[in-house]
C-alpha cells in the first residue's frame, strides 16, 4: 500500500462515519423530545399521509360527539317541554270528565271552563317559547340535522310535531311505515247493474278480471285483486256506526239484524243475506249488543263506543243491515225516516236484506263492505279506467266497487282529498244551514254567504279553510254515449265557471255525418276538455260550475241532443260539478251531517259522511273515537261540548305523547352514537400511535449507541488526521 499526503482515505472514512452516526444521533434526539416516529414525511412518507387522514378522522369524530351531546341537550329540553305540556292535557281532560257530569250546573262548567282556557293558552305558550340556542322547538317548523360523524353522509335527521292547540287534537293520519294504502267506498254490487268486465279497471298498470254482474260480492272483488294484481293486497271488512246514540230499550223481535252471505253465488232475486232476528227484550244498549253478538253468533260484532253508539262490524266484508221496527228507531240510533216499506230488487239502501226464505216486508238499510288495498314494498297505489271489452270504462264501473281514479302514493300521504257525488240540478240551489254539514268538526255555514248557488257552497267551505285545513275546488266531469244518437242536433252550449263570474257560450252542431267529433272542438272553446274514445265522449274540466243546454225547438234536433246531455226532452238541461275537498297538511277530512239531514237531503248535497286519512281510516265510518276538533276550540262550558272535548284531548294526548316516544327514541340513539364514536376515537388514536408515536425504549438505546459510535468516531478521525505526519520520519532519515 502506497505511503500518500495528498489523500487521507482513512481520514475521509472516519468522517463519513462521523456525519452518518451525528445523523442518527440527532434522529433519535428528536424523536425523543418530540415523541413521535414520524415528524415529518420524508421519516415515513406513507405512515405520515395515514397518519394526517386518521388525525382529521379523529378530530372530526371528536366534534361529533360534541354534536350528538348538543343534540341530546336539544331533545331533552323539547321532551321537558311536552311533558309538561302531557300534564297539562291530563288536567284539561280531568277539568272535561267533571264536567261532562250531569251534577254540575251552568256556573260550575263556566269555573271548569276558564281553567281550560287558561291551560289552552300555557300550551300555545309552551309551544312558542320552548327554544334551544334560539331555534324553536315546538312550533313544527323545527328539522333538525345533527352530524354523527367526519364525513358528510353520516348524519341523523328527526323532527318535532308542532305542540300548538290549534294543531293537535285534529285526527291525523294513520298510515303504517312503507305501506301505502288506499280504502274503497262501500263495495255494493247490485246483481242487476252494471258489470265489470276485464281491463275496464287497472290497478297500477294491471287489469282486473271481470266482475259478474250477477253472483259477485266483495271476496270476489278482493280475490280478484289479489290474484292480478302484483304487490298489492286486498282484504274485505265492513263498520257500521248507528246515526245517534241508543237507548237499547228494545222488545222482542223489535230489531232485525241481516248479514250477506258471502261467497254464496247469489242470484239477482237473493243477495244471499240472512236475517238474524232479536227475539229477546233488551233494557239498555249493553244487553242489546250483547244480545246481537250471541244471536248472530258473532257474524257481527257488536260494539259501544264512547258517544253511546251501537258499531257493528266484521273482517269479511259482508254486508250488515240494520232494522229496527219503532217508531224513530231510537233504541238502534238509527235516523228516523230510514225505514221503509217499499220492496226493492236490487241492493240500495232501501233493499229488503231478508233472504227469500223469510222474506219480510218491512226493509232496512243495507251497509256494504269495503276493501282495503295496500303495498307492502311503499311504492303507489293508483287505480284508473281501463279500456276493456273495446270501449273506454265508465265511471260506474268504479262506482261499482267504491272506487275512484286514485294516485296514492308518498306524497300524497300528506294531502288526503274527498270529492261528492256531482249536484243534480235541484240541489245546486239548496242552501247550507247552520248544522248541515261540519268539515274536520267546524260547521260549514255563514250567515253572509248566499249557499243557494253552486259557487257559494264552494266560498262557504273555502270561508273556514283557516279552521278546517280544507280547501273545496270544482271538478266536472261525465261520460256521454254517443252510440244511441241517429238523428241531427242543434242548440246552444253554455259553461259558467265556479267563480261565477265568467260564462262562455257555444252552437252545438252536433250531426250524424261528421260523427260528432265536432264535440271535441266544441267543448274546448268554452273551457271545457274533451276525449273521444270509440262512442263514449269524455267531458272534463276545472274550476266548473255547471254547463247549460239550450235547444232549439225544432222536434227530432231536440231529441237528439237531449238524448245526450240529458234524460227527457226539455228545453234546458243543467249539469253541475262536484265539490272536492283537499287538504294539504297531515291532518284527515271528517264530513258529518247534521242530525235534521235524511238521506235525500244527504244526496242532494252529494256528501257523505266519512273520514279520510283519520286515525281510524279503516273503518271509513264517522266513528266517535276520532276527534275533529282542535284542542285550541276546546271547551267545557256545556255537558255536550265537553263530552266532545274528551275526545279532542285524547287525541291532542296520543299525538303528545307519540312525539314524546319518537324523542325518546332519538335521545337513545344519540346517546348509542356518543358511545360507538368514541370508542371508534379510542381505536383509532390507538392505530395512529402505532404509526406515529416514538418508543423511548428503541430510540433510548439507539442514541445511546450513536453517542458511542459518536466519540469513537471522532477520536478515529483524529488519529486518521494525525497519520500522514509519519512520512516526515522518512524524509528525517
Known sequence: ????????????????????????????????????????????????????????????????????????????????????????????????????????????????????????????????????????????????????????????????????????????????????????????????????????????GQDLSAISSTTSDIRDVADDINTNIDGVTATAFNTVVMFEAGTGIATSGQVVIGVQNVGTGSAASDLGFQAFVIDQASSSLEELANLINIKTNYAVTTSINSEGKLVLSNTTGAGISVRDSSTGAKATGLADGVNSTETKTTADDDYDPVNSSTASTDNGRVFFGMLKLE????????????????????????????????????????????????????????????????????????????????????????????????????????????????????????????????????????????????????????????????????????????????????????????????????????????IQLETTGSKGISVNLGEDITDTADDSFGFTQVNVGAADFDSNAPTSNISTQAVSSVSVASQSSAVEAINAIDAALLQVTSSAADLGATQNRLNHVVSNISETIVNTEAAKSRIMDADFAVESARLAKQQVLQQASTAMLAQANSAPQLVLSLLGG
Open 375 to 578: 303495498t307492502t314494498d311503499g311504492s303507489a297505489i293508483t287505480i284508473e279506467k281501463g279500456v276493456g271489452s273495446d270501449s273506454v270504462a265508465t265511471t260506474a264501473m268504479l262506482d261499482v266497487l267504491g272506487m275512484t281514479q286514485v294516485n296514492v302514493n308518498d306524497d300524497l300521504f300528506s294531502t288526503y282529498s274527498l270529492q261528492n257525488d256531482a249536484m243534480l240540478a235541484a240541489s245546486a240551489t239548496k242552501a247550507f244551514t247552520s248544522g248541515d254539514i261540519k268539515i274536520n268538526g267546524v260547521d260549514v255555514f255563514n250567515s253572509n254567504i248566499d249557499t243557494t248557488t253552486f259557487e257559494g257552497k264552494l266560498s262557504a267551505i273555502n270561508a273556514v279553510s283557516a279552521q278546517t285545513g280544507v280547501t273545496a275546488s270544482a271538478q266536472f266531469e261525465r261520460f256521454y254515449d254517443l252510440s244511441t244518437l241517429i238523428g241531427n242536433g242543434a242548440g246552444t252550449l253554455t259553461v259558467k265557471n265556479a267563480a261565477g263570474s265568467t260564462t262562455n257560450t257555444a252552437d252545438i252542431k252536433a250531426t250524424v255525418s261528421t260523427n260528432y267529433t265536432n264535440f271535441s272542438a266544441l267543448f274546448t272553446a268554452v273551457g271545457l276538455s274533451a276525449e273521444l274514445i270509440g262512442d263514449v265522449m269524455r267531458i272534463y274540466g276545472d274550476d266548473v260550475n255547471y254547463i247549460n243546454v239550450g235547444l232549439d225547438t225544432n222536434g227530432a234536433a231536440v231529441s237528439q241532443v237531449t238524448t245526450l246531455f240529458g234524460p227527457t226532452n226539455t228545453t234546458a238541461v243543467d249539469q253541475y260539478s262536484s
Open 1 to 204: 500500500m502506497a505511503l500518500v499526503v495528498n489523500t487521507n482515505m482513512a481520514s475521509l472514512t472516519a468522517q463519513n462515519h462521523l456525519a452518518s452516526n451525528r445523523r442518527e444521533m440527532e434522529t433519535a434526539m428528536e424523536r425523543l423530545s418530540s415523541g413521535l416516529r414520524v415528524n415529518k414525511a420524508s421519516d415515513d412518507a406513507a405512515g405520515f399521509a395515514i397518519g394526517a387522514q386518521m388525525d382529521a378522522q379523529i378530530r372530526g369524530l371528536t366534534q361529533a360527539v360534541r354534536n350528538a351531546n348538543d343534540g341530546i341537550s336539544m331533545v331533552q329540553t323539547a321532551a321537558g317541554a311536552q311533558t309538561e305540556i302531557s300534564e297539562m292535557l291530563q288536567r284539561m281532560r280531568e277539568l272535561a270528565v267533571q264536567s261532562s257530569n250531569s251534577s254540575n250546573n251552568d256556573t260550575d262548567r263556566a269555573l271548569l271552563d276558564a281553567e281550560v282556557t287558561q291551560l289552552v293558552a300555557e300550551i300555545d305558550q309552551i309551544a312558542a317559547d320552548t327554544r334551544f340556542n334560539n331555534q324553536v322547538l315546538l312550533d313544527g317548523s323545527l328539522n333538525a340535522r345533527i352530524q354523527t360523524g367526519h364525513l358528510t353522509t353520516q348524519e341523523l335527521d328527526f323532527s318535532i310535531a308542532s305542540m300548538k292547540t290549534g294543531d293537535l287534537g285534529l285526527a291525523s293520519s294513520a298510515t303504517v311505515a312503507g305501506t301505502n294504502t288506499f280504502i274503497t267506498d262501500r263495495v255494493g254490487l247490485d246483481h242487476s247493474g252494471t258489470a265489470v268486465a276485464a281491463g275496464d279497471i287497472k290497478i297500477n
